[in-house]
């Protein structure tokens, strides 16, 4: 492992000036810039660690069409939480396909938001739901939020503390894995809302990021069945490609999904 | 013979009402056989048996278990054919400064050649004994007999056990001049001819076409590897063969750029390994015809999995494509779901829509 | 350098590493607990499964700094002295082990996973609860068999 420096402050004020004293990363479940580290994608000479500061852990809550997640709730705690489980249990479903068990155990949703990793799940979710970001300075719309490939609105040093979701009418989520990192090779978070709105966003698949699908939202809108997804497609110049799956496979593979989150709506399926 | 047990222990007959369920639910599924003959054990080997002044003997072998239970195996025979008892058995591999010299373990030869040769020695051990037996039993000319461990003066009650033969072979004195001091032999094998594991493998996939996706849904196994010397071992060494088979058949591969050589798959992210949720749960069989070829009847066991399973998958995968159009001699291993999705949208368009 | 405070199958230990030093490297380095094993180092394969304060983690994705203050449990602590813990006989009992490589991890994930769900499991869920746990030789079935047979003595003793 290349050397680095390991800091452990016990505030958001702490960890951001540290951040700001020098070459930084945070570390959260660590489970994103731990493996970046070692393929050396990334040489941080400062590690601040955010898991000891009690402004982040501010837990599950519902409330008011609300759902509000803390930044260093775990996939593990996300996944069994009665309360998402209620409110969204596509997103309940969503963390509770990240990695593995022990994955679960120490990713936090602040740490994949802020990676916007482009075959991480929770970005996916977070746009289709409208979320808002909020974060040691001011809160962010999701739609603004995610930028690119690995590239969020965030500025250097600043530190998101938790998310709040809208509750929908109903959401669903489907992925389907790639074969080898079981990471999402193209997956759909599709969210139906009580003023009849529709969002649909994909993960895994966009050669730019997670995208929202605007034409099949509006489609979706009209009628919210795979019926009504008919005759649209997602453009291959648009997609990602690699050893697992062309832009072809992909712009196809993610269209399935967006039709099989609208299918099962409610809950989230992995396929594989 | 294996052919039949493998369809009657895959329920061959209920196929149709579990590809008409799966059709119901937009899924193809299909079967394949995979009726297969290889090769086992190559070279020679070289097996030693020493005994110590306590009456416990090590093997020492020239094959290398990283896994196959040879400690195990081994010494099942040792106790078998010699009579000491299984906490008496020590087992040394693999050191070369312990071990003088051997082959190792690959090519499904250890059963055959390192038991074979390890027969050797145990009866080189038995003849050693035999004439100890006849010294300290006074047989006086008579015979000696052995059986079950024990050594016996023909026609008479007067025995001693194989392991009291032994200690004596490090009497402090008395020991007749030609015996030497101590009890040792080694033993080889050689395949010529080497013997020939067979059997029946099936599996059942179900192909989503929309997606390309393959699930194994059900896989059996029926094994002629001649004499099963441990059952559980020899299961799990069909367990591990047929996952990889699957694996590489399914999901595994070594992709290069092709400009620069540089290696694509060069870790799990990209190296495609089944987890377990990709294997389904293997029923298997063994039907043993004892090989004719050497003195334990044994046919090698370590690769029939591997050879099997990418056949009997492959077929399957043709068969829950026959009917699409597609060009099942095209197929290519690893049947990614790209590649199947592929092969039935370039035939049928609508069906993998 | 920094200084790292765990306690390890029960024992305290504290000592000066390098500030990068992964918790599966002080282990086997350090401590001398080789029990946990470095598979693949890209955090797929599950060899170095231990638990922190309770939970399974995979220690090669887990600076020894981060998990200084809290307690660590690996294979060489789960059972109390020359008796094998009831998993380990299982996986022992079942052949559920052939190079042993990935055995300490799949044991450790096990361990976690029976708790997590009571001891009520069936072959589909943990063959899902293995997605992080890789293993080249058994083909999981033996491995799958072991665990459930562990968890159901683990229900029959809780009864």
Known sequence: MRPTTYHRPLTLKAAAAIHAAGDSAYISGGHTILPAIKQRLAAPENLIDLRHISELTTGIH????????????????????????????????????????????????????????????????????????????????????????????????????????????SAGYAKFRNPASRYAMAAAFVARFADGSVRAAVTGAGNRGVFRAAAMEAALRQSFSTDA?????FEAGDMMSDIHGSAEYRAHLAKVMVQRAVQFTGEARIFK | MALDKCLALSDWAGFEARRAASERAGLRRGRGIACFIEQGGIFNERMELRFDPSGMVTIVAGTHSHGQGHATTYSQMVTEWLGVPFEAIRFIQGDTEKVPFGRG??????SMLGGAALKNAADIVIEKGKAMA????????????????????????????????????????????????????????????????????????????????IVVDRYTSVDDCGRVVNPMICR??????????????????????????????????????????????????????????????????????????????????????????????????????????????AARPHAAA | ?????????GKLSTAEVDDQTLLVEFLRDKL????????????????????????????????AAQASGASVLTIEGISGGDELHPLQAAFRKHHGLQC?????????????????????????TVREELEGNICRCTGYQNIVAAILDAAAATRALQV
């Not at chain 1, 997804?229 to 497609?233: I, K, V, Y």
């Not at chain 2, 373990?105 to 250890?110: C, I, L």
């Not at chain 2, 030609?178 to 032999?185: D, S």
Request: net charge negative.
């Open chain 2, 134 to 213: 006849g010294f300290l039993l006074e047989a006086k000319g008579a015979g000696v007999e052995f059986a079950e461990g024990i050594f016996r003066v023909a026609n008479t009650n007067r025995t001693m056990p194989l392991v009291d033969v032994a200690k004596a072979f490090y009497r402090k004195g008395g020991i007749p001049k030609e015996f030497g001091l101590g009890l040792e032999a080694t033993g080889s094998y050689a395949a010529d001819p080497p013997n020939f594991p067979n059997g029946c493998h099936s599996c059942e996939v179900e192909i989503d076409p929309q997606t390309g996706s």
């Open chain 1, 62 to 169: 519902a409330e008011g069409g609300l759902l509000s997640i803390g930044a260093a709730m775990s996939h593990a705690h996300v996944a069994a939480s009665a309360i998402v489980r209620s409110a969204i249990p596509a997103l309940a479903g969503l963390a509770g396909s990240i990695g593995d068990p022990m994955v679960r155990h120490l990713g936090t949703i602040g740490g994949s938001v802020a990676n916007n990793d482009p075959a991480a799940d929770y970005p996916s979710a977070l746009l289709a739901l409208g979320a808002t970001v909020f974060t040691d300075r001011r809160s962010l719309k999701a739609d603004d939020f995610f930028t690119g490939l690995y590239a969020s609105a965030l500025d250097a040093g600043e530190i998101v503390t938790r998310i709040t979701f809208p509750v929908p009418v």
């Open chain 2, 236 to 345: 799990g060494q069909i367990h591990g063969g047929v996952a990889q088979g699957l694996g590489q058949a399914q999901r595994e591969g070594m992709v290069y750029d092709r400009e620069s050589g540089q290696l694509l798959s060069g870790s799990f992210m990209d190296y495609a390994m089944p987890r377990a949720s990709d294997i389904p749960e293997i029923h298997g069989e063994f039907h043993e015809v004892p090989c004719k070829t050497n003195p334990l009847g044994i046919k090698g066991i370590g690769e029939a999995g591997t050879i099997a399973a990418p056949v009997a998958f492959m077929n399957a995968v043709a068969d829950a494509l026959d009917g699409l159009g597609v060009d099942s001699d095209a197929l290519q291993m690893p049947a990614t779901p790209e590649h199947i999705w592929a092969a039935i949208a």
């Open chain 3, 100 to 124: 042993g490589y990935c055995t300490p991890g799949m044991i450790m994930c096990a361990l976690d996973m029976i708790r997590r769900h009571d001891g009520k499991l069936d072959a589909t």
């Open chain 3, 1 to 9: 350098m920094t200084s790292v405070q765990l306690t390890v199958n």
């Open chain 1, 229 to 233: 997804l008919r005759g649209l497609a």
């Open chain 2, 105 to 110: 373990t690959y090519a499904a030869r250890s």
């Open chain 3, 32 to 63: 001398r607990l080789t029990g946990t094993h470095v598979g693949c180092d890209t955090s797929q394969c599950g060899a170095c499964v231990v638990h922190v304060d309770g939970l399974a983690v995979k220690s090669c994705t887990m600076l």
